[in-house]
Every structure is written in C-alpha cells, then in structure tokens.
C-alpha cells in the first residue's frame, strides 16, 4: 500500500514539477520606427496560472446611410482591429503574513502604465511593450500594450500590508510584422525567455540557439547588454526568433 501511495505522490510531484506557467514579458519600447519590442526590463511569472482569458478580435466596417437607397448600402470593410486580450492574476502570500512581496509584484505590473526613463531619455516616451506567454497557447500571444491595471487587495497581514490580491490586466495589441510571419499575426512564436547559468556566454547561446556564434551582437542589442563579457547568472535574457537574427 505505502509503495502504490509513493508511485502516486511521485507522479503529482512530476506533474506539479512540468506545470508550463504564463509569463508577462515586459520590455522597453523600440526607439525609431522598430515594430520589435526593446530590452528586457521583466520577466513577471503567474504562480498560479489564470482560470480563463478574454480574448477579442473584431473586424470594422462603415456603412454610409443614403436617402435615396431604401434598404440601405452595401457596408464597406474598414480593416481587422487589434486584438485585446483581459486576464487575471492571482497573488497570494497569506502563508507569510509579513511578506511584502504581493505588494511589489502588484507595483510590478503598475509600471506598465508608467512611461520608462529609457524612452523618456531619448525623447520618445512611451510605456513599456508586453508579452503575454503560456506554453503553446499562441492564439494569445501578441506585442501589446497594458491599458488598465486593476488591483483588489482582499487579505491583510496584522501590519496592514497586501498579502493577497487580485488584478485584472487589459492587454490592447501593437500589430508588428516579422519576416517570414503572416502580416496580420504579430505573433512573436519563436521568441523565448532563457535564464544565464554559469558558464553561459552570448557566444555559446548563439551557437545553440541559432548555430551561428556571430548571433550573439543580436542577443545583446535584444537585451541591451554594453559588455557581453559580464553576465550575471540570474539573469533573465530575451533569445530573439530565428528570423530576427542578423550576422555580419
């Protein structure tokens, strides 16, 4: 019996361990005229992924009334309109009453709507671009916006501090096109996140990722790395996709 009950635990445990999390990518926005999200300024992980999502698609057309036509014209089709994506977070530390960290996380995803220093500074403000990420799920994934964040607060510590909270993101779409991408996805479905381990160099990434050492100058302009020899294991670096890869 306790061996059938371990066989079990392990398999939770396996399966709790290859859970796919949902990610906000949260970069600097492109200076010029660039449709390719800046540097990595976040990388926010759901601890508990949303329950749904909310996404809209919607298609404009304008229809001009004429006096003299009884029925009505025939409406005329505008365009397809960006794609808006709602969903809700979940934070949750009431297992340690004086954690700060539900409150620095709602902070976190606040700054979204906050113009960066980096824009700011070359006179371009704007607030940060995001990714939204969740495995394979690449219906929801797009450059966007955040265009509202809400945060209800709903548990409190005995100092008074946030230690359960629950937000709703609006996501609005920025359409971008990649080469070699279908014009009206913006979908970046080859972009991933990678985390440095020791031993990492920009190098050695670009060779496994790309099979060209010489990528590397593309991942540090991705990232806005000035030294590639100092990396810091730790370090959350966005590895472009394939055909945004350019080598002298």
Known sequence: MDHKWNKASNKVADAIGSLVHAMLVIHEPPLGHSTTPGPLIKSFSFEFNPSQLALTRRAQWNSTPAAAVRDGVLPEFMGPEPREL???????????????????????LFSC????????AAKQPSTPWVVFEWGSFRTARFTAYVESVE???TVFGTSGMPIRATCQ??????????AGQNPTSGALTARRVHRLVAGDSLQSLAW???GDAA??????????????????????LILPAAEEVTTP
């Open 169 to 178: 993101l609006r996501l609005h779409e920025i359409p971008t096109r990649t």
């Open 208 to 210: 496994r990722e790309y």
């Open 86 to 108: 709602n969903v809700t977070v979940f934070l949750d530390r009431s297992d340690d009453p004086d954690s700060n960290d539900v409150m620095k996380m709602v902070e976190s």
């Open 113 to 120: 709507c906050e113009v960066t220093s980096m824009s700011l």
């Open 215 to 236: 990528a590397w100058r593309t991942i540090a302009e991705t990232n806005g790395i000035d030294d590639p020899a100092r990396l810091t294991p730790g370090t959350e």
């Open 151 to 153: 945060a209800q607060y």
